[in-house]
């Protein structure tokens, strides 16, 4: 363990430097907060730890005597320089980002939810924590969404993200070879669709959700190969996202 006391030191200039998605790209890192996601990732998940900084206070809740990570022991005030919240826990984590092969997923899948320009931190977390719970086999993203590893989306997805195969940037060419694999495109829209409990899941399915502002992208509508809808008030324009992302979820996997 190591003692870091200064803001100008390198590892805590790295740490912040996470909060901006070029950095976490080019270095394939992104930042955990909190006991317990730290907790599931030493215990359940395979994402590598780096580096972890750990409030003096703080230290005696844990046993880093296994962990091949650099741990740094820092005060109450750099915590809350390099924390994302307002009230830190007291520990903070640097994981390396998993390495997943998409060419698995396509021939292993059977289950597949595509966000698409879902730009909104919470919702896109939601819709990971979701995903994660209902065991999707892989969660897409195309390049209209917010970063999966941006720090407010990690924390929304409640450990979600330590426990499901992600892929952003994904592009229409890359549904298209699923399509090709044999996978139903399947978008969720209000025009033109059937209710979500009359469609097969059984098939190998990818579930389009669009963003509730503005639906689905018609580039990607056009590929859909069905359409489902869930029966809510007609007084009421749409659901949140996440909200309906886990209703088909809960019928997909019954």
Same mark, same amino acid.
């Given at each position: ?118 730009? %909104? ?9 979701? $995903?994660? @719970? /209902? ?5 897409? &993203? =195309? #390049? ?55 469609? %097969? ?9 669009? $963003?509730? @502002? /503005? ?5 990607? &509508? =056009? #590929? ?31």
């Amino acid at each position: 363990m190591k003692v870091i006391s200064s803001r100008d030191n390198q590892h805590i200039k790295n740490c912040l430097k996470l909060k901006q998605k070029k950095y976490r790209d080019d270095t394939k890192l992104y930042v955990v907060e909190g006991q317990r996601i730290y907790d599931e990732v030493t215990t359940y998940s395979s994402h590598s730890i780096k580096q972890v900084f750990v409030v003096e206070t703080e230290v005696a809740k844990y046993n880093f005597t296994s962990l091949s990570a650099d741990i740094f022991i820092i005060n109450d005030k750099l915590m809350q320089e390099i924390s994302d919240t307002t009230s830190p826990s007291g520990i903070l984590a640097i994981l390396e980002k998993p390495i997943w092969d998409i060419e698995t997923v396509k021939q292993e899948g059977k289950l597949l939810v595509l966000l698409d320009n879902i730009a %909104d931190p919470g919702n896109v977390g939601t819709i990971i924590r979701t $995903s994660a @719970a /209902f065991d999707v086999d892989g969660l897409f &993203l =195309n #390049k209209g969404c917010v970063d999966p590893y941006n720090h407010k989306v990690v924390r929304a997805t409640m450990g979600g993200i330590l426990h499901l195969p992600i892929f952003a940037n994904i592009t229409i060419s890359d549904i298209l070879d699923f399509k090709n694999a044999g996978y139903m495109l399947v978008g969720t829209s209000l025009d033109n669709a059937i209710n979500y409990y009359e469609y %097969d899941f059984t098939s190998p399915t990818i579930l389009v959700i669009g $963003s509730e @502002a /503005f639906g689905i992208s018609l580039e990607l &509508l =056009n #590929k859909c190969d069905k359409l489902v809808k869930i029966p809510i008030n007609p007084a009421m324009d749409s659901l949140n996202a996440g909200v309906a992302c886990g209703i088909i979820l809960s019928e997909a996997r019954k």
